[in-house]
T-cell receptor, first 114, second 115 residues
Framework: ETGVTQTPRHLVMGMTNKKSLKCEQH?????MYWYKQSAKKPLELMFV???????ENNSVPSRFSPECPNSSHLFLHLHTLQPEDSALYLC?????????????FGNGTRLTVT | KQEVTQIPAALSVPEGENLVLNCSFT??????LQWFRQDPGKGLTSLLL?????REQTSGRLNASLDKSSGRSTLYIAASQPGDSATYLC??????????????FGTGTRLKVLA
């Protein structure tokens, strides 16, 4: 399998649930990102990991908790979410360092909080 | 604070037309600019990446230009086809070194090419 894979594709959860989103990349990249895409708003950067170290945390509420156990895997742990957290959550990866390194995205997880 | 704007928000054209999508950004201190395509319910597909030192990039029927000093980029699509229908987004990578990771996105232009 190639590219960036996200699971699950769809998730419906209640406000008291705990769930996790998973992202896996097979591109040999060493930087991974979580973005949130809401209707009629630009993509919002949530977290960035470079070489498994968190390098960006964009004032995201603590009910979202990222985890990067290695350079190929990224998780987003969710707990006590709010209905306004319903959105498309996109994972991306790139290569760090100099040179041309485009962002590569997965197909996202469509999250609905009820 | 970097802001990225894309105009128009939506565009509908007949098949075969050449068209231009616009992207503007407020801070010229960028590392690169990337154009993406997003189909409904899907992730983003990278189309073209322009480094800050470059003026343009081409791939097939697509040509992207960058004028960093004026904070503008354009995506030119030649001989448009119905399969080009999608939302097109531009994103600038902030900063001037490779050690930055923050991409700021515009809200996109929703393109519909009519057969």
């Amino acid at each position: 399998e190639t590219g960036v894979t996200q699971t699950p594709r769809h998730l419906v959860m209640g406000m008291t649930n705990k769930k996790s989103l998973k992202c896996e990349q097979h591109l040999g990249h060493n930087a991974m990102y979580w973005y949130k895409q809401s209707a009629k708003k630009p993509l919002e950067l949530m977290f960035v990991y470079s070489l498994e170290e968190r390098v960006e945390n964009n004032s995201v509420p603590s009910r979202f908790s990222p985890e990067c156990p290695n350079s190929s895997h990224l998780f987003l742990h969710l707990h006590t979410l709010q209905p306004e957290d319903s959105a498309l959550y996109l994972c991306a990866s790139s290569r760090t360092g100099t040179g041309v390194s485009p962002l590569h995205f997965g197909n996202g997880t469509r999250l609905t909080v009820t | 604070k970097q802001e990225v704007t894309q105009i128009p928000a939506a565009l509908s054209v007949p098949e075969g037309e050449n068209l231009v999508l616009n992207c503007s950004f407020t801070d010229s201190a960028i590392y690169n600019l990337q154009w993406f395509r997003q189909d409904p319910g899907k992730g983003l597909t990278s189309l073209l990446l322009i480094q800050s030192s470059q003026r343009e990039q081409t791939s097939g029927r697509l040509n992207a230009s960058l004028d960093k000093s004026s904070g503008r980029s354009t995506l030119y699509i030649a001989a448009s086809q119905p399969g080009d229908s999608a939302t097109y987004l531009c994103a600038v990578r902030e900063g001037t070194t490779s050690g930055t990771y923050k991409y700021i996105f515009g809200t996109g232009t929703r393109l519909k090419v009519l057969a």
